[in-house]
């Protein structure tokens, strides 16, 4: 394909004669507030010898402004500029390629950081050894809580050398480009860039790194600083997060399917299980968790796409995933819409269907209808689950709100449904509690689940988060209530499926009884719409207790 003309926007004097170690590309577009923590990571790096590319996808905003006054404040930062957008990552990455001078290359994002030796780590471990690239931890951090975790920790969990990819193909999780350093002649030898026109080129550039790689080593150190904003605007939202418009969707098994014909084509079909595997367990399962917020027309298109590449799967693959999840995907694949939506409410926790059905078998399958493919029955069997025979506490039913009203101040009212598919409960009104313990004292409500069919009981409670006793000292924290169930001596306790598509509110909750003030926001959890949970959050004068003044009242 024809791409877009780049020339380096620096006078000739500007470059350093010294040759650099590293060549470091930022990429960017329209993202000028942003492009100097970036380019700064870079600068202030132990080692010192780089070389920093700014390559700018045709910005419109003042990145233009802010990378050349970047480049006029260091000789090191060379600004490059496309004519046109390319509308991906694939095509300023390959052009800072061209113009880089480093025997050694690196990646950042323009939003992200580098850690302050991250260079010198990834260099340090090439020197040791000759490798193809070397690759490091990276540290995920949100935006909206500055908390920090690393992205596929199991991987990076020690330093290890590896001769291939066959070694440990869980690999292919950790699929980000900008967590390795490369051996430029790597590159060059493979002739191995970035795929242009495409998204997730990361997973493809990727994957063919791995298997053309004859050495490569893992630092356990974290190399990169990757910025997480679940919360941004449609419009600010990285393509990850753009899941909800069906192109995504058709650009990721479109990189599915060009890696699939690369390992044919390159020798290393023995790793198609592992990548397939990888696919359903992250790709798919991204989508999963995003199911019951989409309506009928999305998800028929949705199968469209998707269905015809799950078939291509090894059955060794799906073996590998949890039943949860594989019963998601094969409702998918038979367009059982609405009954994906259902089950998908429930992955990652052990949550039953609102309905099971037994066939002539005897054997029990997930919903209400007998599947009648071979491999569906397969996939959706819970015979072994023994719903109908274990114990009461360790039962699998399901705990939906069906409703929820604000009431006054910091109250709410919920609708509560319970479904109980294998009959374990006795006929007629059950004896229920919802729970809530933000710090150690616990919230008990208790209220009516009454029978509305075999199977189904309703009821209504009211909870008055003004009755919850945080500590003194305040609470911070999340707390999910669950709802339990007194039969004689044995309980149940389960937690409660939030609606999808109530708003979160937020309130205060007055200091009264010697507890302090709070902020109270009730809100569904996450992706998939788990759990209801409730957030505490101190304000006023508490919320500035910090030190050795709070740990003496805590005392």
């Known amino acids: 394909m024809t791409t877009p003309d780049a020339t380096p926007d620096v006078t000739p004097d500007a470059t350093p004669d010294v040759t650099p170690d590293v060549t470091v590309t930022v990429i960017v577009h329209n993202d000028a507030a942003r492009l100097p923590r970036a380019v700064a990571s870079v600068r202030r790096q132990t080692h010192r010898n780089l070389e ?27 600004y490059l500029r496309l004519a046109e957008n390319s509308g991906g990552c694939s095509a300023p990455r390959n052009r800072g390629i061209e113009l880089s001078r480093a025997p050694y290359l690196m990646f950042l994002d323009s939003d992200d950081e580098l ?263 397969r996939e959706l069997d819970l015979t072994d689950l023994e719903l109908d025979t274990r114990p009461l506490f360790s039962a699998q039913l399901r705990h939906e709100i069906t409703d929820l009203v604000r009431g006054p101040g910091a109250s709410i009212d919920l609708t509560v449904r319970t479904y109980d598919p294998a009959l374990r409960l006795p006929v007629g009104p059950q004896r229920a509690a919802l729970l809530l313990t933000p710090g150690k004292r616990r919230l008990t409500v208790p209220f009516r689940l009454s029978p509305v069919r075999p199977g189904v009981f309703e009821g209504h409670v009211h909870l008055d988060l003004t009755a919850a006793r945080p500590p003194r000292h305040g609470f911070t924290g999340v707390r999910h209530p669950v709802l339990r169930l007194r039969l004689g001596p044995h309980t149940h306790t389960g937690l409660l499926l939030a609606p999808p598509d109530f708003p979160p509110f937020t309130s205060r909750v007055p200091y009264h009884s010697g507890t302090a003030p709070h902020q109270v926001t009730v809100e569904p959890e996450g992706h998939p719409p788990g759990r209801l949970q409730v957030r505490w959050k101190p304000v006023g004068l508490t919320a500035r207790l910090t030190g050795p003044v709070l740990r003496r009242l805590k005392r």
């Not at 309905?355 to 005897?362: A, F, K, L």
Request: glycine share 4%; proline share 6%; charged share 30%.
């Open 52 to 78: 920093i590319v700014i390559s700018d996808d045709a910005s419109t905003d003042d990145t233009p402004a802010v990378a050349r006054a970047l480049a006029a404040e260091d000789p090191r930062v060379v």
């Open 115 to 377: 850690p302050q030796a991250a260079v010198e780590t990834l260099l340090a471990a090439h020197r040791a050894r000759d490798l193809d690239f070397a690759m490091g931890a990276v540290r995920r951090v949100r935006v909206d809580t500055g908390r920090r975790s690393t992205w596929m920790p199991h991987l990076v969990a020690e330093r290890r050398t590896l001769d291939g990819i066959e070694a440990d193909p869980r690999l292919f999780f950790e699929h980000l480009a900008t967590s390795k350093m490369y051996a430029r002649a790597f590159l060059d030898r493979h002739g191995l860039r970035f795929p242009e026109g495409i998204h997730y080129e990361d997973q493809l550039f990727s994957a063919q790194a791995y298997c053309l790689a004859k050495t490569f080593t893992i630092v356990p150190e974290p190399v990169y600083l990757w910025y997480i904003a679940p919360y941004a605007a449609a419009s600010a939202a990285s393509i990850s997060n753009q899941r909800d418009r069906l192109e995504n969707v058709a650009d990721r098994v479109h990189v599915q399917r060009l890696i699939d014909a690369f390992l044919a084509e390159s020798g290393h079909e023995s790793l198609r299980e592992d990548k397939d595997y990888k696919f359903l367990k992250h790709d798919f399962r991204m989508y999963a968790g995003d199911l019951p917020y989409r309506d009928e027309t999305w998800l028929a298109s949705f199968a469209d796409l998707v269905v015809p590449y799950l078939d291509t799967l090894t059955p060794g693959a799906y073996a590998r995933l949890p039943r949860a999840e594989r019963v998601v995907v094969q409702l998918v694949r038979d367009r059982r819409f609405a009954d994906a939506r259902q089950a998908a409410r429930g992955l990652g926790y052990e949550v039953a269907p609102r309905r099971i059905t037994t066939g002539p078998d005897g054997r029990t399958y997930w919903g209400d209808r007998l599947p009648q493919d071979p491999a569906a029955r």
